[in-house]
């Protein structure tokens, strides 16, 4: 028999007055797996992550989490799910243990279970040493850990994790996600994370591209990849317009300008390099080769690069 899916959304649409955030997005997660919305500032993810988590009803559409509809289930859910939002959410003036026995006993959790459990989440997180600091004697990157450990004080089923990585150096980054994919392979907790970080993506089981409020690709990052296949080109020119112009008539070969860049996907694309800078030695500033990456994915689905979505669509 087929496992329920962690999260099930069918033609779920979310709109602020005017402005739609969402539009009939679909998609399901499976049990025991990292899945992550990779997306610009404005593409929907933090509206998602709201509805996921409860936060905000769902307006149209289907939502299911755990087995249990989102608008009709939505205190049974939060007992069963672990969340970290980007916004802080400890008592900077309690210690970080006050902080967690606090989020305890919201569950229910007392004594030693509660000693053990905050123990351990502290130790693997590399926070024991800190266990008594106050909140507000901590660096941002500690803080964030804190956010995190309260967050899986409870044993919860679905870890929603919103832009997990925020304030950490790569070190803490780095044994985040080790805790994580452990938490994923021992104990078999769903983690649904939100990141516009390329590299952070790539460490997820699946994901999840969002653009403008739609869903534009899905499935692993090497699924992904392999839709665009072949090489990809960059070029730097002073006369970008120009060179992809004279490109197209001497060798039938399309290109994207983004400012001063060119791109060109292309099956042996060495080959192609070469002989560009042979044809075009005075106008190219310089050129590289190099694998699809999931930022490629992203300019062949949208057209434009991650970091040029709507600025002024911040949800």
């Known amino acids: 028999m087929t496992a329920t899916p962690a999260i099930e959304v069918e033609h779920l649409t979310h709109a602020y007055a005017e402005r739609t955030a969402l539009n009939d997005v679909s998609f399901s997660i499976r049990r025991g797996e990292i899945f992550g919305l990779l997306g610009p500032n404005g593409g929907g993810k933090t509206t998602l992550f709201r509805v996921l988590s409860t936060l905000l009803p769902v307006q149209s559409g289907l939502v299911r989490v755990l087995g249990m509809n989102a608008n009709d289930s939505a205190s049974q859910i939060r007992q069963r799910i672990g969340v970290t939002f980007q916004a802080p959410s400890l008592d900077r003036r309690l210690t970080v243990r006050e902080n967690l026995v606090h989020q305890g006993h919201l569950y229910g959790l007392h004594g030693s279970v509660l000693k053990e459990r905050i123990e351990n989440r502290l130790s693997r ?106 090489d990809c080109l960059t070029i730097i020119a002073a006369e970008p317009d120009k060179l992809a112009h004279q490109i197209r008539h001497r060798f039938a070969v399309e290109s994207r300008a983004f400012g001063n860049t060119l791109r060109i996907e292309r099956t042996r694309g060495h080959e192609l390099l070469r002989e560009l800078v042979d044809a075009f030695p005075d106008q190219i500033t310089s050129v590289s080769l190099g694998k699809p990456s999931l930022e490629d994915v992203f300019i062949a689905k949208t057209g434009h690069r991650f970091w040029e979505a709507d600025k002024t669509d911040t949800k």
């Open 125 to 230: 997180l590399g926070l024991s040493d800190r266990m008594h600091a106050r909140v507000d004697s901590l660096s941002g990157g500690l803080q964030r850990r804190a956010e995190i450990a309260k967050g899986m004080l409870h044993d919860p089923e679905l870890l929603l994790l919103d832009e997990p990585s925020t304030g950490l150096d790569p070190g803490a980054r780095h044994d985040l996600w080790r805790y994580l994919q452990q938490l994923r392979d021992e104990s078999g907790v769903t983690v649904v994370v939100t990141t516009h970080l390329m590299e952070e993506a790539e460490k997820c089981d699946r994901l999840g591209l969002l653009d403008h409020g739609q869903l534009i690709a899905l499935g692993s990052p090497s699924e992904l990849r392999s839709e665009i296949g072949g």
